[in-house]
């Protein structure tokens, strides 16, 4: 991967953590936090356009 997408040494820890979370999740558990990091995902991609937008148009 390229040095510029790599994690840093917290979110790395924090990728752990989350892993060893999701490790002891039941199946449908699993299930459910998927489908809402997947929302919380398209929110932050919808919450960045428009900053971009509004800083494009100032």
Not at 44 to 56: G, I, W
């Amino acid at each position: 991967m390229d040095e510029a997408l790599d994690l840093s040494l917290e979110q790395q820890f924090r990728q752990r953590a989350f892993e060893s979370l999701v490790s002891r999740m039941s199946h449908e558990q699993a299930k459910e936090i998927l489908v809402k990091l997947h929302k919380q995902m398209l929110l932050q991609e919808a919450t960045y356009r428009h900053l971009l937008r509004q800083s494009l148009s100032a």
